[in-house]
Structures are given as C-alpha cells and as structure tokens.
C-alpha cells in the first residue's frame, strides 16, 4: 500500500498591500515582483536566533544564497538598505560588491543609553558601550546583461555609431554629458532620468539605424529614486521601540529582541519607492518594514520562519486595516 503524500499549506497572509508568509525567503522569491528596494535585517552572526551563526565569520555563507537571488530580481533601480552591526556589515560587503551592488551610505542608528542593562563594567569589557547598528545603502550597478551600468551606457552610445561629444548635444551641456555619463574613468555617475531620455532620444533619432533601439530598458526608472527627507543625515538619533509600539507576547513581554522603530522604516522606504512599487522584507521578524510600506501605499512582500514572530507580525499587519490616519500606532 503506498503512503499518503500530506502537503502542509504554508500559513500566509495576503491583505491590503501586504503578502507575507511563514516561510524561508528563499522559497519565496520566484513569487514576488521585481523590487524597488529591498530592507534585509537577517542574520547578525551573533547567535540571536535559530540559524544566526555564533560569530561573523558564517555570515558570508549565510547571505550568499539571497544575495544571488537579490540581484537576479532587482534591477538597476533598486535600492538596498542592509541592516547589522559594523562587523557583519564589513564581513558581507565583499559579497555584495561581487554580485554588483554598489555601496552609497553607512548610516548609523544611534539607539541611546537608554537600552543599556544598568552600569555597564567597561574595565571589564575593555571596550566602549555599544549603542549603534548600522544600516548601509545600496544600489545595482549591473545590467540584466551582467554589465556594469558604466560600460552599458559607453557601449550602447557607441553602438549608434555616433561621437561622444554629441551627448553634450544630447544633453544640452558643454562638456557633462561626456566627462561623466559617458565616463570610462571614475568621474562617471549615471545620468539623471532627463538626461537619460536624452541620450536615448537622441542616440534613437540619429544613431545607425540598423541598431536601434539604443538604451533600451526592461524596467521604468533607470536608476534608484532617492529622496531625502529634511533634516535627515546618516546618523540617526532615535531610541529603541518602547510603549505601544512594541510588539509583546502574550505574557506582556516584548517579543523580539531586535525589533526596529517604525520611524526609521518609514524613512527608508519613502525615500527611494513610489506607492504601488514591490518592498521586500525576506527576514521579516515582526514585519515592520512590511508595516512602514503599507502606511506609504507600496506593496509589501515579506517572509519569516519563526512561527511565534510570524504571528505576532501577521496580526500587526491585519491590524493595519481601517487605520485613517495613516498611523500603525
């Protein structure tokens, strides 16, 4: 007699702009959209949780699978913003230079003393109190083809057959277009999406027509939107979740050891997203960047193995519903 084959439906939840499931983000990826920004606060190789390595030197072999799948999905208009402590950040960065991200921004969450477990011995400890993480910015800088956008642009105008400084013509400048967009040394930086539609009006109009279309792009923007919100640096002076926003268990304990303030969630989000575009939150704990994108009107893809914040998290997102003035809490 054969054995019954017993499928175990995922738990999931998918309500308003959020679908999120009780599941490995690895298992989850080939569902979600092309993302706009990608908010990953995984593993901190400090042994936090089930799968977290005891130290940083696992955190490369830890990431490697969801970077690849990071940069397979995104494109060069993706921004991402990687969350861990100063040493997991320097130990992953490599992995992520590899795989085409380019580093923007070390921003520093100052949480204040406030967390700190009473008087803190540092003639024992040796070192300094802690009371930072950081959360560093990323963009894409590979094209679907796996060139770097630098060499994409230089090729593709060079493709139409036309000299360089007829992107100056292009762009309505005297030398930019040429010292910078079309760059083969570091003064290079992309152009902004005018100049980009420039470039490729121009190069479309006048380039060798057995070419074209030139600057061709599968995706909306060319590059990342960024945003600053007034007032906004790197350092980011903002104590840890307390109160009402803490998500607690039942027992009235706060639930996650590492949960982040909604206000910092929101930040990064509105600054490089447009409502209606895809966040993803693979690692999502309590789903507060997944909560941060629904109150902005962007869509939420979020995932977590642990049952206990899964639930936790689901039902802080159900609770989103009906909230008229925008505000979780």
């Given at each position: 007699m054969e054995e019954e084959t017993v499928v175990t439906e995922i738990p999931s939840l998918r309500t308003g702009l959020c679908w ?173 999406e005018e100049m980009m539609e420039r470039l490729r009006e121009f190069a479309n109009a006048n380039g060798d027509p057995s070419g ?118």
């Open positions: 999120l499931s009780q599941a490995d983000a690895m298992d989850c990826y080939a569902s979600w959209p092309s993302p706009a920004c990608i908010v990953s606060d995984g593993a901190y190789g400090i042994g936090g949780f089930d799968g977290d390595p005891s130290d940083v030197g696992g955190l490369e072999a830890w990431y490697r699978p969801h970077v690849a799948r990071w940069s397979e999905a995104s494109s060069t208009a993706t921004t991402l913003w990687f969350w861990n402590t100063e040493i997991g950040w320097a130990t992953v960065h490599p992995l992520l230079e590899r795989n085409g991200w380019k580093y923007v921004r070390c921003c520093v969450w100052d949480k204040g003393k406030s967390h700190l477990a009473g008087n803190i011995n540092t003639r024992t400890l040796r070192q300094f109190p802690c009371v930072t993480e950081v959360c560093v910015q990323y963009v894409r800088d590979r094209m679907p083809s796996g060139q770097r956008v630098q060499d994409w642009l230089r090729a593709e105008w060079r493709r139409s057959g036309l000299p360089l400084k007829d992107a100056n013509r292009a762009c309505g400048t005297r030398s930019a277009a040429t010292r910078k967009y079309l760059s083969a040394d570091g003064a290079f930086y992309p152009p902004p074209r279309p030139y600057f061709a792009m599968p995706e909306g923007r060319f590059q990342p939107k960024f945003d600053c919100p007034f007032g906004m640096t790197n350092v980011w002076r903002c104590r840890q979740v307390f109160s009402g926003e803490r998500v607690r268990d039942a027992e009235g304990r706060p639930l996650h050891p590492n949960q982040k303030p909604l206000q910092l969630m929101e930040a990064i989000v509105r600054c490089c997203t447009d409502p209606g575009e895809a966040v993803w939150e693979p690692f999502g704990g309590v789903f507060t960047a997944s909560a941060a994108a629904a109150l902005l009107g962007r869509r939420a893809f979020g995932a977590e193995t642990c049952a206990r914040y899964y639930e936790a998290g689901a039902a802080r997102i159900a609770g989103l519903a009906g909230k008229e003035d925008g505000r979780l809490f």
